[in-house]
């Protein structure tokens, strides 16, 4: 059976959302290897997401035919007339979009709803972005005849939200590269920490530095920790609120010490800087589940979220939680790991345990189970 994927974001992604994309590819082509997966994407040159997603023999890779633009291949037609083309019996579009018409295609229609920012998180949207994501994504869930979301709390959102019934979506949990679980040397921690400015003690933020990611209490929390000597690292692409809101309030409390940002590693070196925290904070409210946390927990790092989000629902006493979203109980959690040496080990150890359920095993058997309920 051919199956197609949205490359968009497997190909050029290089965050969480990415990284989810291609492990689902790389899990389900791994365990399935008699179907062939097709990924559809507009591809400028040779990457390294692309090159290890080709790695596996049963994927490959195609390019616009009908439509110019990639948008507008995704969208409208072009896709639709490249599907029947290759006699793709399952399309799977990975970041929440499917085309607005089949172009004659007769695939089934699979989508994945990984988060809902358009609507949770639609005050940190501009008015025509939060119209255009919203009527897109109600297209997209309306259309598919299977949606795929990573949590139960996830699941939730989409049939309160777009009024769908339980029974059309399917929990398909994330997994996990074997490689956070592996200890990385020490020699190899020193060289990534002289390379990038690490201080010697830190918690980490993972991810693009929005807003929604409650960064100004993560360094108002730090700011005022009991311990000094622990420092705030932030990893990700630098953005309009980092540079207007981040950097100045850095600047004026003279915190450059205790704020520190990495605009980007290499995903092999992910499990290193993992090792290297002290605990990894995870403030988002909406997402609907964290790929960063799972990698902390593999990699034995404390993790520390939000009461009432889905990373507290799902992970149970895996993780600690704040007693609410203020600075002050971060500020409280933080000093307490980092006080606390039994604590600390407590927490990794659990963390350990609740990750290593997320194999690619269990996310490929998980989607395969979703095909199988269109095909049967």
Known sequence: ????????????????????????????????????????????????????????????????????INKLWRWGDGLGKDLHRHHVRIYHGLCGLLPFRKGGSHAHWVVSVNDMECILNAKELGLWTRIKEKCALKHSVNMAE?????????????????????????????????????????????????????????????????????????????????????????????????????????????????????????????????????????????EFYSLSMLEAMASGTPVIVNPGTMMAQEAGDAVMVTTDDSPKAWREAIDAICASQELHDSLSARGRDFAAHHTAERTAQALLDCYNKIED
């Open 1 to 68: 059976m051919n199956i197609g994927f949205d490359g968009y974001w497997a190909v050029f992604n290089h965050t969480s959302r990415g990284n989810l994309c291609r492990s689902m590819i790389n899990a389900v082509a791994k365990h399935a290897p008699k179907n062939k997966f097709i990924i559809y994407s507009k591809i400028s040159s040779e990457n390294r997401h692309l090159t290890s997603l080709l790695a596996n023999p049963s994927v490959i890779i195609r390019q616009p035919r009908y439509g110019l």
């Open 146 to 286: 299977r949606i795929v979301t990573p949590s139960q709390w996830g699941k939730n959102m989409i049939m309160q939200n777009f009024n769908i019934d339980a029974s059309k979506i399917d929990v398909v949990p994330p997994c996990i590269d074997t490689n956070f679980s592996k200890r990385v040397h020490d020699d190899a921690k020193k060289a990534l920490a002289s390379q990038n400015g690490l201080p010697r003690r830190f918690v980490l933020v993972m991810g693009p530095l929005e807003k929604s990611k409650k960064l100004l209490d993560m360094v108002k929390a730090v700011q005022n920790l009991n311990d000094k000597d622990v420092a705030l690292v932030l990893m990700g692409k630098s953005t309009n609120y980092y540079r207007h809101v981040i950097r100045p309030y850095v600047n004026d409390h003279n915190l450059f010490d205790q704020v520190v940002h990495v605009k980007h590693l290499h995903t092999v070196d992910l499990p290193n800087i993992y090792q290297q925290a002290t605990a990894v904070l995870c403030p988002a409210q909406h």
